[in-house]
C-alpha cells in the first residue's frame, strides 16, 4: 500500500487529509508531538476500515523526527507521500519588536529546518521509486510579511524557498513538491465545501501535475 506521513496530525485539517488519502489505499502515518492525541486518531481511522499509526515527534528535534518517519517506513511501507503542516506555536506570533534572535531561531528550526530533515529522510526512496510528493501547508505570512507575526513572517519564507528549490530540483524525477498557502483559519473562512474541500485539493497536488504554489483563497480574503 501507499503510504501518507502527516507531520502535524491533528483532528481538523491532518484528520480530514487523513481520510481522503485512506479513501484513495493509502495507509497513514500519524506524527505529532503528543503520542496519546495521534493515537486516539489513529484509533479513529481504523475504526473506520482505514490503515492508520501514530508516531511521536518534535520538528525541532530532528533525532525524534528521523526516528519516527523511519518507524513508519518500516511498519507501513515507504512513505509515498509527505505532509509537512505542523501547526506554529502562538509565540512566533509576536510583533516584530518583540522578536529575539532565540525565538527565531526556534520559529526556523519548526517551518523551515524541520521540512529539511523530513524531506532527508523520506526523498532516498521516493527518488528510487520514481514518484512522490511532498506537500507544505503554510499560512500568508509565507507569501506576505506582517509585523505582527513576526515569527512566521521569518521562518514560513526560508520553508518556502526550499520548498520551491525542491520543486524544480526534482522536476524530473516524479516526486512532486507543492504548497497550499491557506491565509487563515479553516473555520473562519467559511469555505463552500469546508475542510474536506481542502483535502480534496491536497489529493490533487499528489494526483495531478501542478505550478508549486496554490493560494486556497486570495490573500486579501484571509482571515490571520
Do not use: C
Request: proline share 6%; no cysteine.
Amino acid at each position: 500500500m501507499p503510504v501518507i506521513a502527516i507531520i502535524g496530525a491533528g483532528p481538523g485539517l491532518g484528520a480530514a487529509v487523513a481520510r481522503r488519502f485512506g479513501r484513495e489505499g493509502f495507509s497513514i502515518a500519524l506524527i505529532a508531538r503528543n503520542q496519546s492525541k495521534i493515537d486516539a486518531m489513529a484509533a479513529e481511522l481504523t475504526a473506520a476500515g482505514f490503515t492508520a499509526s501514530a508516531y511521536a515527534a518534535d520538528v525541532r528535534t530532528p533525532a525524534s523526527l528521523e526516528a519516527a518517519l523511519k518507524r513508519a517506513a518500516a511498519e507501513l511501507g515507504p512513505i509515498t507521500a509527505l505532509q509537512y503542516s505542523p501547526l506554529p506555536s502562538r509565540d512566533y506570533l509576536k510583533p516584530v519588536l518583540e522578536m529575539t534572535p532565540e525565538l527565531a531561531l526556534e520559529a526556523l528550526q519548526f517551518s523551515t529546518l524541520g521540512l529539511i530533515h523530513a524531506v532527508r529522510a523520506v526523498l532516498p526512496a521516493m527518488r528510487q521509486a520514481g514518484s512522490g510528493s511532498i506537500i507544505m501547508i503554510n499560512g500568508g505570512t509565507s507569501v506576505k510579511a506582517r509585523a505582527d507575526f513576526a515569527g512566521t513572517s521569518v521562518a514560513f519564507p526560508a520553508e518556502s524557498a526550499y520548498g520551491e528549490m525542491l520543486h524544480d530540483a526534482l522536476a524530473g524525477e516524479g516526486v512532486r513538491v507543492n504548497q497550499l498557502v491557506i491565509p487563515g483559519g479553516i473555520p473562519q473562512l467559511q469555505l463552500a465545501n469546508g475542510i474536506d474541500g481542502v483535502a480534496d485539493r491536497i489529493w490533487d497536488f499528489h494526483d495531478v501535475v501542478g505550478p508549486f504554489r496554490t493560494m486556497l483563497i486570495p490573500l486579501e480574503e484571509g482571515r490571520e
